[in-house]
Structure formats: C-alpha cells, structure tokens
C-alpha cells in the first residue's frame, strides 16, 4: 500500500466511432476512503471516464493504477477483482429476473466444490447449481447491516425505482466492493431518499470505502463530497477541496460561465381551458393500476408542470393524455373533444403535440432520415400528403419544410437527408421539439423534454416553451428535474402514488415540494 | 474507408483475374472439343440415390456402356424448370462439335419440356421413360412405357401366398396416380391367390423421408401386417429398417417387397455383403435399366425409331425378383406365380390399373 | 441540384420529374454508403468462390474449370438467368417487404401455391379474351396469396401470434391442400398419371420474351420492383410499414395503426408471392402441377437478404441467383460437378454478406501488416508468411483427409491421422486469425502445428505411409517459423531492456 | 377393415410420437439456447443435416455409431461456430447468417455423400446404428409398452437434456448468464461477464443438439444418410420452440405434439382406409389446428435482446 490513492487515472483519452471525443487528457486521482465528486454537465464525459475505469470501455491511452497498482482491465471482471463497484444511471438490471438472480449475477455462488483450475473448473463452476439459500443469507445480511431492506424473493419488474437503485447498491456490496461509483444516484429519488442514500454513503465512508459520486447536481456535491474533480467537454477542468469552494465556483467550472439558475419567463395570462383531466384511472404494462383518480386542468398560454419522482404514474399519464395507453375510468377532454380512448392520431388532430420521455424509443426512428422523423405523426396530410386520398408523399414539400425547420431550429447536420442516429442527444431532441412544435398546437405535452442535454440545448428547449406558452398554448411539463418544474412551471402539480397530492404556485420551496414528492401530505387539501 | 475497402476490391479483383488468367493460359477449356459421348441422360428431380428407378436407369446405362463401349454422360436436374435447359443443353450440344446420337429423359413429368426441344431439334433421336409422346407428331422421340401394374400384380399374388396374417400393406410415396397403378396391381394380385385378404395402403407424402415410411411400416405390422410392398422411393428403405427391427421380436415372419430394382439385398443386416437372412421376400422389377439398355442398343444397331416402346411381362420389361442365394420361395407359390403371369401374358386375365376398390 | 432547378421541375410536367428521378438514382448510386454496399457485396462473392473452391478441391473436383463453365453458363445464357430471376425478383420483393415492416415471411412459399393454385383455375375454369384472362388470373392469384399471407398478419396483429410459425404453418397447409385438390381425389385433377390440372386455356397463358423460356413475367416481375420501389419510399403507407417495422413504438406514438400496417404488409407480401407462382404457372408450367415449385419461397428468403431487403437490391441478388442457377446446370453439365455446389457458393456468399466486419476485419488487418512493413520490415514479414502458412497448413490438412477416401479399410492408425487432419486444419485457421491480426501469444500456435504435422508424418508411416513426406516438410517448415518467431521475440525484448537502460 | 385392438393403436401412435418428436425436440432445445442467450438461429435445418451426415460418415468409417453421434454433435457445434462468429464476433445479421448456414449445409452434406460413399443422393446403408435399449418389464404394459418398451438412447436423452436443459438454464450460472445475455446484455457485461462468449457457447451448444437431431435420423432411427434427410424439421423444430415459448418443457411438449399429429397422420391412413382419398387433406389439418392454436391461446413473447447484436462501444 505505497499509495493515498485508491484511484489514478492519469492522462485518460478515449475516442468514439463515429470520432467523437468523450475524454481528453483527463487525470482523476481520489483518495483511500473519501467520497470524491465527479461533477459535470451532461456529455462532459463522467460516464464514460467512469465505464472505462469499471472496464466496460476500453480507453484510448493513459494508465490506470488502482491502489498503488498498474492495472489492464479487460472486462468488469477485472475491475470487480480489484474491489470495484459501480452502480449505473440507468440500472443494469433484468427486470422479469428476481431480486437474488440480479445480485449473484456474474459472480453466482454454488453447491458443493469444484476441481480443476482454469478452463476446466471455470466449465465445472458454470454448470454446478447455485446456491439460491445461501445467496438470499448473505443479501438479507448485507441488506441488514446496512440498513438497506428488500424482499430478495421479489421479482425486479414489480419493484420502485429506489428499490431497485437499492438493488444495485446491494450488488456492490454482494461482490465485496470497496471502491464505489455512483452515476446519477439520486435522479431518480425524492429528497427524503436522497438523504437517505447520503446517509448510508456516510457509513460507507466510515467503514473506509471509497466513493466516487457522478453528478451535475451542485447542492449533493457540497453535501457529501470531500474532494470534487469538475470536467468540461470531455477535458479536465480541475480537482478542488470541498472546503475551499463554493457552489457558484463549482458552477462556473462546470459550465465555463456565470449560470443564470432563473429562467426570466414573464408573467401568464391564462386563457380558456385546454386540457380537462377528470378522475382518470389507468393501468400500466403489469395490469397494476398506477393512476390513481388524477383530476387537473390546464389553461392556454400556461405552463403547468408535474413534479413527481420518477414511477409514480407520471408515464401513464401521459400516455394516456396522448393516446398511446387507454385508461380504466376517467375523461380527457383536450379543446372541448372528448378524447379518452381514442387513438393517437384523433388526439393529434385535435391538436395535441407530444415530447415524448424517451426520445430515442419513441420520440424518432434513429434509421430515418432528418426529414423523414421531421415528418412523423403528420405524414398522411397535407402538406407532407397528395395525390388521391392523399396516400402519396409529396417528397418536394417535405424538402423544403423540413430544410426550413433544420434552419430555423438550428439543428446541426450536414444535410437533412442525414439519419437521425447520426446526430448528437441535444440535436436529436431538437428534431423532435421542432416537429411537435411547429404546427402551434393547443396542448404540448412534454415530458422530460431537456433530459441528458447539454446546456445549451437546454436553455434552447425552455426558451421555446416558454415562447409557445406566450404564444398561447397549453403546456402539460412533465419533469424529474425540480428545479426545471420550479422555473417552467406557472402551477405545480405533486404526483404521488398515482394521485396529485398538491397543486402549487412557482413560488413553492424545493422542501415543500420535496416533502410532497415523498407522500407527506401535511395540511394539503 | 471507401477508399481501403476500394484498394482492397482492385487488390482482390487482380488476384482474381490473374488466376484465372493463368488458368486459362495452362488449361485452354475454352472452344469446341471432340464429344466423348454418344449419350446423355437427364434424370428425375430427386436424381440418383433411389436405389430404384433413377438409378436402374443409370445401371441400365452403365451395362450399355461396356457391352457396346461407348460413353454417356448425365445430369440430375433439381426443379421440374431445369428439364429444359439440361435437355436442350445437350441437344445443342454445347462445347462439343458432334452431336449426341441418344438424350434419355428420365421421367414422366419431363414430357412438356421434351416436346418443345424435340420439335425444334428433329434430327436428334430422344427417348423418354415412363411418358407417352405421340410419335405422329415427334417421330424422333421413343416413349418406354410400362405396365406396372401387372408386375405389381405377380408380387400381390406371392404376397397373398406367403402371409400367415392373411394382412398385407402398401407403402406409397405419394397419393398420385402413377403410384395407385403399383398399389392397384397389388391389391388386385393378392386377392387373386388370396381372396378377401385384408389390406393397408398409406402413403409417406414424401420420395426422401426415410423416418416416415419407417414409422409408417412400424404401425402396419403392429397392426398384423405381415408383408408390405414399398413403392416410395427413398422413403421405401426405412420399410427395410423398419421390417429388420420388428422382425426380431415378432413371433412370425415379416417381409418387405421392393420396388423397380431387385432390392432383396436391402432386407439384409449388412446390404453391401448381402447374406441370408433378409426380410426381402421380392421386389417388383420395373426394368427400367432394360428399357435404358435395349433403347441404347437401338441406337448403337441403327435400329432405332420413334413411338411407344411397351414394356410388359411378355417382353421382360417387368418382372419379379428371385435370388436364391438369399431366399428360396417355396415352390407352389413360384408356380403359381408363373401361372398367373402366363395368364396375364395370354390375356386371359386383365389387371386394374388405378384403384379399383373403396 | 440547386433551388431554381428545383422549382423548374415543379412547374414543367412530367419530363422533368422522371429528370429528377433519375438525377436522384444517380446521386444514390454515386453516395458513398451504397458504393460501400457494392464494395462489400462484391468481396462477398470473391471471398465465397475462394471458399467454396477448397470446398471442390476436397471433394475432388477442379474448382478452375467449374469456375470457367459457371461464368459461360451465365454469360452465354441471360435468357436462362432472366427466366429464374423472374419468379425469385418477386418472392425476393415479398419477403423484403415483410421485412421492411419487421416481420419475417418465412410462409411465402405457401403464399406462391395458393395463389398459383388460383391463377391455374381462372385460367382453365374460365374462359375470358385474350389480354383481359391473363390480366384476371394474375390478380386473382394476387389476391389468393395475398389472402393467405394477410390471416398470419392479422393473427399477429391481433392476438400476437410469431409470423415465423404461423406462416410455416400455413405454408405446409397450402402444399399439402393445393397437393389434394389436384389429386386423383380432389375436384381439379386432369386424369392423367399426374396429380395436375388440366391446361389452361391458351389465352391465358403469358407470351415468349427472348429465348425459348423467358417468357413476359420478366417485365411484371421488373414492374413491380419499381412498384415496391415507389410504395416502400414515395407512399404514405410504405412510411408507415418502414416506420413501424423500424421503430413500432415510435409509430405508435406518431399515430400510426401499427396493426393495421402489419396486416397489411403481411397481405401485400403474400400477394406478391402468389403473384410470382401465377406468373410461373402462367408462363412456364401451363398448368397447376402438385409440388411444383423448387422452393422459390424459400430462396425468396436468401434474395432478400441478400439484396439487403431493398427492392433494387432484391433485382440484383435475384439476377446474381440466376446467374449460379444457370451457370450452375452448365457446371453440372460439363464438368459433372454436382449442382449442389451452387447450393454451397450461395450459402457462403450469404455468410459474408451477413457480416461485412469480416471483410473489414481482413482489410485493416492487412493494411496494418503492409503499413508497419514499412518502419520495421522483419516483424510484419513473419505476420505475413505465418498467416500464409496458416491457410496453407488448412488447405493441405483439408486436402489429405481426401486421401483417406480412398483406402480401403478402416483401421484406428488412420482414424487418428483423419483426426489430427482435423484438428491441424482448425489450427491452421486459427494459426492465420491470429497472425493476421498480431495477437502477440500466437507463436505457440506454430509450435503446436509443427508438433500435430509430426505425429501426422508419423502416423502416416504406421498407417497408409503415402504423403508422410509432405507432413514432415511442413513440421520443419513451421517449426522454423515458431523458431523466428521467439528470436524476434527475444530481440525484442533485449532492445526494449537497452532502450530502457 | 378395423384390425388390432385400438390399445395397440394408440400405442403405436405413442411410438410414432416419440420417433417423430426426438429430432424436434432436440433441434428447438437447440435453438432455445440459442435464442435465449439472444441470437436468432434459422440455421437448424442445416446443423441437423451436417449431424446427419458426420454421424454416417464417422460411424461408416469407424463402425462405431457412438463415435458417430460424437462426430455429429462435433459437427453441428462447428457450424454452429460459423454462425458464432458471423453474429457474435463479427455483429452479423442473424437471419442472414441463418440463412447461409441453411444453403451450405444443404449443399455441404450432398456434396460429400458423394465423396463419402461414391453414390448419389443416398449413402450406403449403415449397419453399426445406435442399438435400441429393450427394457422387457415395460414392454408387456399396454399403451406404453410399444413406445418405452424398445427405446432408442437417444430418445432417452430427449427427456433427460429436456431436464438438464430446464436445469442448467433456471438453476445454474451458466443459464443465468444465458438468460441475462438474451434479455438485457448490457447488464451482463456490467456484471462482469463476457456477453460475447456467453452467446457463443449458447449458439454452439444450439448447434451441438441440432447435429444430435440429425444424428437420431440417419444412425439411431433410420439407417443411412440421403440428401436433404430431414425434410423441413429444422424448420417445424423453430416452430416447435416458439410454439413452446422459449423453455424447455414447452418445448418438448410441442415437439410430441407435433410428433403426434404425424403418428395421428399415420394412424388414420393404416387404420381409416375410408378417409385414404383424403390422406393429403387430413394431413393439412394439423398445421392449421396450429394456426388456429397459436391465434387462440397466447402470444409469443421472445427474449427482450434478440437478434440485436451487442455493442460494447456505444456512447451511453
């Protein structure tokens, strides 16, 4: 143990096909037993400077020395022997598997011995039978020790999002983990749990593990961090002591500017009702019913957004509004037409536009072409539709209208007729926000629309909402991002369980909010 | 990218055409050569490996060959659309200078195919199996034909003889026509020295499958059958299997009749060192390979012409098989046998030629 | 093309537009992507007769001169090459289109009896003039097909049922249906010895093209590749069965009926192959004959694929089939080699398709090894000659395993040379994968093949005794390498350690 | 014409059934390790026949039917192998690839039949196949008796790689990698796990059953290898496996019943010669009772990450 160091990276360099720099020349060096914070804004390269220390990524160049010893890590195999641990944004997880299936996945323990060594004994160990018992024993230990409960009986798809972030963690730990990576922990997680995660961080550190926090969010850094490594566009902008920052430096090494948190937004004049929402009940994938009675409204040229941690029905929402997901009970009655039920394309018509969570899932087909995702949803129209009973495309109109909106939303390309896969998260967005949102609809609904892009992208997306919202559309802001509904939003609806518990003003306090988010309904209603 | 995936295109196509070049240069497969052949054969979709009816044309062929020394070629064309590429390729006779004095086509579906290359070659002498040509209008095409029905009669007759189940069955390939003549002769025969014994027919629904006429034989003979008789091409051998298996736990006899060729060796336990016992009791004999050899011999002799060659019992085109070294059938059944194919020949009695009964 | 052009185009009618189509074909054909495509196609192909000629080579034919009659076969026959691309263009189109909507038609050949079956019968039961009856039997045929392609397309739309059996399904159905209906015992028999339909009428039959096969099914056949062609990219419809089958979720949420769309598709897919046996029927059978198809449906699977499931790609690979189908008799003809072996040259052709890295992989590679012979011409050269050695090592452990054909009687001598053959041809790939891309742990390998070449000479000596000179030639031969291989190995290492010192 | 006791019927369907199933099972417990562990594989039809053919092979040459079936679930692994490499190694196209494996096998086979045995289209038959296990106490029990009574081993190893496959894919390492690789490869690579070499060794055992299916036709049931010898079964053996939803019950009680709907077949052509015009139209019947089966009872749900190739480097 000649080193302080649990982690080096030196000098990392990582290229993507397609060459894309995620990483240049960055140096991390994080101390035996500190919580070091790795803070960026998205596509600064965290992610992938952490995939390439956990061996999921092969890097370019530099040199990895990991307590004191240079390392070559093949797989996570490799980096899972050294004691490393890492629990992903978005969770490596199988959901039709259970609990225990998840954690021993990758490193199962058996009945009885094995004989042989190498190729032999690694064929003998695969096909012995795994010892579920033992491993539910040594979860259930783990789970207790660190105060961290689950059923490990259960199966992954029926759980919530903090249970399963709880899974991952236990994961870590079932593989004798003692250097942690966290990517985003708390995105996903209510204040409430929030503090909870910090706390169990804490014990961690003082049980001497070392942790590595990925994040863009400020307030978490200063909480928990002891030593924090900013970087900007895949470089290294610098490591500094917690003690001798502040949250306004950190922000100006992670954006390279003075931030402006307050989105100047003017005062609403709301119009007549849009959006009529009454006691809607809808079922999600399972069969379980995750709306539970939801009733809003909301107003032309208002923003009303839904603040919520992830999994409380916010998608079945909005599926629901849109069409895609028909509800159990309820009325959804978009511009005076009843809508409930009915199919995407009737809700389209009446003048709904949509900004789907999952841009890439739903949003665009990434094997399109720009202008063929340009017009998707209105295709069978015209402009983009002619001929008899308009069943042909008319190819030169989409060229120009779809040139136009290249142009006019500055979507960077070489050419219209470019695949969408080809394009970068933020420009990828943009392609959906331009084509939902030049038709100026009624109703936007959008959910999680600036998630994962970079700030510039951001700040672009906001302002064009807000711009719809002055130029007299209804905006239903569905978002994970308090401080995003915070600033957006002219009213604010707490989902919770399937139900909104609260509805607010913008002048709400984040604890307020927070304490809603968790379920703690004190004095609402 | 473009530019290495072009450097390695050029790299690959001069590799390519150097070879060639060179090969070309060494070997000169090019221009017209002097025809080894006198003739070709086009055989059946399905081609050789029948142990039947390809491949008794191919023996035929082969006798022919040695006793008059001449040579032959073949193809074995895989779809019915191939017949006429194969056929008219010979009859242009492409890359030789002579012609080929004899083109055999092997089966009846080849028959539209050959008239329209018949017509445009008048000259070229052609002769088809198992099809009907009308020889006013193709005068250079000679149709063998076959009764095999009345063959299938005379193996009917030894089976309605030799069973002590008083149960026979036949194994078809397929439920067409051409095979009900087999099935109908059969049935007709063993009524014949058998009045009202039972029989099974089924058919496999396919000429390769050997595992289906296999399990098919299973069930016949678990059902009292005692003698099949396999018309189904390949299917027909897991007839064999099937009867070798069964044969050693079944308290009497069970026999296989073959079909086209004489196929009593295959009843053996080793068929290519053929030793008693076999559970081939005969085969019917579609002398395809005597068809194929005396229509060569025509054209060697200079005696050939045109029109239907019938092959029956009376000239030998059909037959049934015996192999002593293998299997002695007790002799009132040979007689009988003998009787009934004489009366065939004579006329006295007729043998159905499509399903006659249900 | 620049915007005034552009509004020209608008304004004058229909000259300019096919212009611009064409303008737009060429601009496609000169994009880099498809030159990629053609590039790799092409190396497809060459990679594949240099396989399937070791594949000759052991099985003792000479891959030279079935080369020379395969190509005289396809180049003096277009007729014959055009005559089977004709109904495979159209069942290539089906099941590309199927594909293109994300579903896998591997029912087609089903599709083309029913609708052959149907054709058939128009054409024979009903008497209608000249022009009109072909036209009628076409449609009728189309739309039997078509209707049996739309049922699995419906089942998976609605109740979710896998295309991939229920089209099997129901294409074993349709065989064996169509097989009874023309059966002596079926209503549409002809009564001769062949379970068929009686001929159709002459008016309905398709006229002679070119040649004495090709017949006018050509040109539907090239119809409706542009028919396929202006659905999949210029229709509404064809947008949503490519957005569907790309992204079904997206669709749905763009508003489109994926349902609907995968109905459809199914029953335009289905259509096509019915119309690809009424056209066979129609043009070169003249009647509905119980099995009579060669598997088109099946090989409509391997054209579209190969054509990369576009409709222009599926003309091509469906021509490029032709062309080893009519090459392929010639070969058989004229060299004896077995008409299988087509069936073995489209097969590999097909795997490298599959995989286009593999040809990248040999590409890179190589200019990796030709770049570094440059700096440092020792190391790259043993890369070079052991990769060349490897494939050597695997033709000639290929190549004696023929020898042992033809000796007379087993023994377990030369069941262990057979075996070692085996396994130094496996060492022999392996030895070239690994030299061609310069795993530095691949001197063993030479080692190990020089090793298995000695136990095979000596086992030739016990056994057979005929080609043991060749197996020891080869062991020194390999032995040397591995030999080079360390001592470069060791310098190396030696010059490291100066350096560092 | 009804002749035997209706007991000696359905025991000979039971028979049939087994016969016929064995090849199916076997190729769709095959293609299920496969297609759990993500990789779609058409190509059974051509590993089967490539079983087929070395089993003949090696058995003619070795006249020892064990050293045959060895040889052909060589043989089948290695073009598994192909089909590895083309779509785990090299990111392939799997149907394409399947495809390819189809046509070379195809051709492969016949084109050495030839060189093997100096015929065409059929090979010499085989004399040293498989011997069946006779098990005299089953034999005399009705019903049963015919199908168990005198059984092939390899239709004993049916039933026991049915078990072994349900327990090596929910009970073992090894199947939970399997199935991880085929929902959500990603999570298996940040498991530690190679996703490349879990699929293969998936697809190559896929292959591995598929030759021993091929096996069971030319050496264990029937006696000598022909071209094309297993007519579509690759084919009804996909079928089989989906119909069977990916899990190795399903997959065996599929393929008995599709091995029952042949001996049914069989049955009423020896036993209904009244029906015998209609042999070809009864015979159509149980492919539609499929259809009709699969549009009434459920959907198919394939594994989550199917014929999607994995790519490590991709920008998350």
């Known amino acids: 143990m000649s080193s302080q160091y649990a982690v080096e990276m030196i000098n990392i360099h990582k290229t993507f096909p397609g060459g894309v720099y995620a990483n240049q020349g960055v140096t991390l060096k994080v101390k035996r037993g500190e919580v070091h914070g790795l803070l960026g804004e998205n596509g600064a390269g965290k992610t992938t400077l952490m995939n390439i220390l956990y061996g999921l990524l092969n890097r370019d160049k530099g040199e990895i020395i990991i307590n004191g010893e240079h390392v070559e890590f093949e797989s996570p195999t490799d980096a899972i022997s050294k004691g490393i641990g890492m629990v992903h944004q978005h969770f490596k997880l199988i959901p039709p598997l259970t609990v225990v299936e998840n954690v021993v996945l990758g490193s199962e323990p058996i009945f009885g011995r094995t004989f042989g060594r190498g190729i032999i004994g690694k064929i003998m160990r695969a096909l012995m039978p795994i010892d579920i018992k033992m491993a539910v024993e040594k979860i259930i230990q783990i789970a207790e020790e660190n105060g961290l409960h689950i059923d490990p009986y259960a199966k992954v798809q029926d759980l919530s999002v903090g249970l399963q972030q709880r899974i991952e963690i236990i994961k870590t730990l079932y593989r004798k983990a003692d250097i942690l990576i966290l990517d985003e922990p708390t995105s996903v997680l209510t204040p409430q749990e929030v503090d909870e995660l910090f706390e169990t961080l804490k014990e961690f550190r003082k049980a001497g593990k070392t942790i590595i926090l990925i994040t863009h969010k400020l307030r978490e850094t200063m909480a928990l961090c002891d030593r924090i490594t900013v970087l900007r566009d895949g470089k290294l902008i610098g490591t500094v002591e917690r003690d001798n920052t502040s949250p306004e430096d950190l922000a100006q090494m992670m954006v390279g500017r003075p931030v402006v948190f307050m989105v100047d937004k003017g005062i609403s004049s709301p119009g007549d009702v849009v959006l009529k929402v009454q006691d809607l009940h809808v079922k999600d994938y399972r069969g379980l019913e995750s709306v539970k009675g939801i009733s809003f409204e909301v107003k032309a040229g208002e923003i009303f957004g839904v603040a919520g941690v992830e999994g409380n029905g916010q998608t079945e929402l909005v599926e629901a509004i849109t069409g895609l997901r028909k509800p159990t009970d309820g009325v959804i009655i978009i511009d005076e037409v009843d809508v409930t039920s009915k199919s995407p394309r009737f809700v389209r018509e009446v003048g709904m536009s949509h900004i789907p969570e999952d841009r890439q899932k739903m949003g665009l087909i990434l094997a399109f072409t720009i202008k063929e995702n340009l017009i998707l949803g209105r295709h069978y129209r015209p402009p983009f539709a002619n001929g008899p009973k308009n069943m042909l495309l008319n190819l030169d109109r989409i060229n120009e209208i779809s040139d136009d909106l290249v142009s006019k939303f500055s979507i960077k390309t070489s050419s219209s007729d470019a695949f969408a896969e080809t394009l970068s998260g933020g420009n990828q967005q943009k392609v959906v926000v331009a084509r939902e949102l030049a038709v100026a609809p009624k109703l936007i609904v959008a959910a999680q629309p600036t998630r994962g892009l970079d700030v510039g992208a951001t700040e672009f997306i906001r302002n064009t909402l807000i711009k719809m919202r002055n130029a007299g559309s209804a905006i239903l802001l569905v978002s994970a991002e308090l401080d995003e509904v915070r600033n957006l939003s002219d009213r604010i609806g707490v989902i919770y369980d399937g139900k909104i518990v609260a509805i607010r003003g913008p002048d709400a306090t984040p604890e307020e909010l927070g304490l809603l988010m968790a379920g703690h309904v004190q004095g609402v209603d | 990218m473009a530019s290495k995936g072009m450097i390695a295109a050029i790299v690959i196509v001069i590799i390519g055409v150097a070879g060639a070049g060179a090969y070309l240069i060494m070997f000169n497969p090019f221009g017209p050569q002097p025809n080894p052949y006198t003739v070709a054969i086009v055989f059946a979709t399905g081609g050789l490996g029948d142990k039947s009816f390809n491949d008794g044309c191919y023996n035929g062929a082969v006798e022919a060959s040695q006793e008059f020394g001449i040579q032959f070629t073949y193809s074995e064309p895989a779809a019915i659309t191939d017949y006429e590429g194969y056929i008219r390729g010979y009859a242009e006779h492409t890359q030789y200078i002579e012609p080929f004095d004899l083109i055999i086509s092997v089966g009846f579906d080849q028959a539209d195919a050959l008239m329209e290359v018949a017509a445009d070659f008048p000259d070229q002498k052609f002769a088809i199996v198992d099809m009907y040509i009308d020889p006013t209008n193709y005068s250079n095409v000679a149709s063998l034909l076959f009764n095999e029905h009345e063959g299938s009669a005379l193996v009917g007759a030894i089976a309605g003889l030799m069973t002590t189940t008083d149960s026979i069955g036949f194994v078809g390939g397929m439920d067409i026509p051409l095979i009900h003549k087999f099935a109908a002769g059969y049935v007709w025969g063993a009524n014949y020295t058998n009045p009202g014994i039972n029989y099974q027919v089924a058919y496999t629904g396919s000429w390769v499958d050997t595992a289906a006429g296999k399990s098919l034989a299973d069930g016949m003979y678990s059902a009292g059958v005692d003698i099949i008789f396999a018309a189904a091409g390949r299917s027909g051998l897991g007839v064999f299997d099937s009867a070798k298996e069964n044969n050693a736990t079944s308290s009497y006899p069970l026999w296989v009749i073959g079909v086209d060729s004489p196929q009593m060796y295959l009843g053996c336990a080793d068929p290519d060192n053929p030793e008693p016992p076999t559970v081939g009791l005969t085969s019917m004999l579609k002398r395809v390979d005597v068809a194929v050899h005396d229509i060569i011999e025509d054209v060697v002799e200079d005696t050939f012409s045109g029109g239907v060659n019938l092959f029956t019992l009376a000239n030998g085109g059909l037959d049934y098989e015996i192999n002593t070294d293998l299997l002695t059938l007790p002799t009132s059944v040979i007689n009988a046998v003998e009787d009934l194919k004489a009366a065939i020949i004579a006329g006295t009695v007729t043998v159905p030629d499509s399903i006659y009964w249900s | ?501 | 014409m009804m002749q035997g006791l209706p007991l000696d019927l359905i025991g000979w369907v039971f028979a049939v059934t087994l016969q016929m199933a064995t090849p199916l099972v076997l190729a769709g417990l095959g293609g299920m390790y496969s297609e759990r562990g993500g990789v779609v594989n058409i190509g059974l039809e051509g590993m089967m026949l490539m079983g087929a053919f070395t089993a003949a092979a090696v058995t003619y040459y070795t006249l020892n039917p064990w050293l045959g079936i060895l040889a052909a679930v060589a043989a089948g692994g290695g073009l598994a192998a192909v089909h590895a490499i083309v779509c785990v190694k090299f990111k392939g196209n799997h149907i394409v690839s399947g495809t390819g494996i189809i046509l070379f096998g195809a051709g492969f086979t016949t084109l050495m039949l030839e060189v093997v045995w100096h015929r065409k289209g059929y090979g010499e038959t085989i004399t040293n196949t498989i011997p069946d296990i006779v098990i005299e106490p089953i034999q005399n029990i009705p019903l049963i008796g015919q199908a168990f009574g005198v059984i092939s081993p390899i239709v004993i190893f049916m039933f026991v790689a049915t078990i072994l496959s349900w327990y090596i894919l929910f009970k073992t390492p090894f199947g939970l990698r399997l199935r991880a690789a085929g929902e959500d490869p990603s999570t298996l690579d940040s498991a530690g796990v190679s996703v490349e070499w879990t699929r293969a060794i998936g697809v190559i055992i896929s292959g591995c059953l598929a030759g021993l299916g091929g096996a069971y036709l030319s050496i264990g049931f029937g006696s000598a290898f022909g071209k094309n010898m297993t007519d579509g079964r690759g084919f009804i053996a996909l079928a089989a496996m989906i119909f069977g939803n990916w899990s190795p019950f399903g997959i065996l009680i599929a393929g008995l019943f599709f091995g029952f709907l042949d001996g049914l077949n069989y049955a009423i052509q020896i036993y209904f010669p009244a029906l015998l015009p209609y042999a070809n139209f009864i015979a159509m019947l149980p492919y539609l009772l499929v259809v009709v089966a699969l549009g009434v009872i459920r959907r198919s749900i394939p594994p989550k990450g199917i014929a999607i190739p994995y790519e490590k480097e991709r920008k998350a």
Not at chain 3, 88 to 105: D, E, P, R, Y
Not at chain 3, 133 to 141: F, K, R
Request: charged share 10%; net charge neutral.
């Open chain 3, 1 to 501: 093309m620049n915007a005034s052009e552009l509004s020209d185009a608008q304004k004058s009618g229909i000259g300019q537009r096919i212009e611009n189509w064409i303008l737009g074909l060429a601009k496609k054909v000169t994009d880099p992507s498809y030159r990629k495509q053609f590039i790799w196609s092409f190396a497809s192909i060459v990679l594949a007769l240099l396989v399937s000629s070791l594949i000759m080579l052991i099985a003792g034919y000479d891959p030279g001169l079935a080369y020379v009659y395969l190509a005289i076969g396809a180049f003096s026959r277009m007729d014959l090459v055009l005559y089977y691309a004709t109904p495979l263009i159209l069942t290539g189109l089906s099941v590309a289109l199927a594909f293109k909507c994300g579903l896998f038609n591997i029912g087609a050949e089903g599709q083309l009896y029913i609708g052959s079956m149907a054709a058939a019968l128009m054409g024979y039961l009903i008497a209608l003039p000249i022009v009109i009856h072909p036209l009628a039997c076409l449609a009728i045929g189309a739309i039997a097909g078509g209707l049996w392609g739309f049922v699995p397309g419906l089942l998976k739309a609605y109740r979710g049922a896998h295309e991939v059996v229920t089209t099997m399904m129901l294409s074993y159905t349709a065989i064996l249906l169509t097989g009874w209906l023309v059966s002596s015992n079926g209503p549409f028999w002809d009564g001769s010895m062949v379970p068929r339909t009686p001929p159709l009428l002459d008016t309905a039959l398709l006229p002679p093209l070119w040649g004495y096969s090709l017949h006018t099914g050509l040109i539907l056949s090239i119809i409706a590749v542009f028919a396929v062609d202006f659905l999949i990219n210029r229709t509404v419809l064809g947008y949503e069965m490519r957005a569907v089958g790309l992204n079904p979720d997206a669709a749905e949420y763009g508003g489109i009926n994926s349902k609907r769309n995968i109905a459809i598709a199914m029953g335009l897919s289905g259509g096509l192959s019915g119309l690809a046996g009424s056209e066979e029927i129609m043009g070169t059978y003249g009647k509905f004959v119980a099995n009579w198809s060669p598997g088109l449906g099946w090989d409509g699977i391997t054209v579209a694929v190969l054509g990369n499931n576009s409709p222009w790609g599926v003309l091509a690979a469906a021509i490029f089939f032709g062309g080893l189908r009519a090459g392929g008799n010639t070969m058989h003809q004229v060299v004896g080699v077995p008409i299988e072996m087509v069936s073995v040259i489209q097969g590999l052709v097909v795997l490298f398709v599959a995989a286009p890295r593999i040809i990248n992989w040999l590409v890179d590679n190589g200019n990796t090894i030709f770049k570094s012979m440059k700096e440092d011409p020792f190391e790259p050269s043993i890369n070079l000659v052991s990769s060349i050695l490897g494939l050597a090592i695997l033709m000639l452990g290929l190549g004696m395993i023929t020898s042992l054909y033809s000796l007379p009687s087993f023994t377990w001598i030369n069941a262990a040379t057979a075996l070692v053959y085996v396994l130094v041809a496996i060492l022999g790939v392996m030895i070239f994968i690994v030299y061609w891309s310069k795993r530095p742990d691949a001197g063993w390998f030479m080692l190990l093949a020089a090793v298995l070449w000695t136990i095979a000479g000596v086992l030739e000596i016990i056994g057979a005794g005929m080609s043991a000179l060749t197996s020891f030639i080869l062991a020194i031969f390999t032995f040397v390498l591995w030999l080079a291989d360390r001592l470069i190995g060791r310098l190396l290492v030696t010059k490291k350690e100066d350096d560092i010192e």
